[in-house]
Nanobody
């Protein structure tokens, strides 16, 4: 059974930092794009960041560029999201996601992803 398990969410003040992890099990994703997607309460899912299979290429939503960093460790089948200078508008449930195969279409489209974690809540408030 394939599982993606996120951890590291929580409550943080504006300007603070959090580090999210996503550990995969059940299969290797070392040849897959891996991404973080978030969903604000009552809204649809939005692309946050993506990383290529070897970590050579990363992509970010405009609103998080310069503040968030995605990385991966294929030896641990794990992807990370370092979030700095957090803002109240970053409040959301953050999901780790992976496509069904290594050949993926639009990495920015949440509906292109096949495997999803259960999500971890990030709340930015004073």
């Amino acid at each position: 059974q394939v599982q993606l398990v996120e951890s590291g969410g929580g409550l943080v003040q504006p300007g603070g930092s959090l580090s999210l992890s996503c550990a995969a099990s059940g299969r290797s994703f070392s040849d897959h794009v891996m991404s973080w997607i978030r969903q604000e309460s009552g809204k649809g899912r939005d692309f946050v960041a993506s990383i290529s299979w070897n970590g050579a290429h990363t992509y970010y939503a405009d609103g998080v560029k310069g503040r968030f960093t995605i990385s991966r460790d294929n030896s641990k089948n794990t992807v990370y999201l370092q979030m700095n200078d957090l803002k109240p508008e970053d409040t959301a449930v953050y999901y780790c996601a992976a496509p069904e195969s290594e050949a993926m279409g639009n990495i920015f489209a949440p509906n292109e992803y096949y495997y999803w974690g259960q999500g971890t809540q990030v709340t930015v408030a004073s």
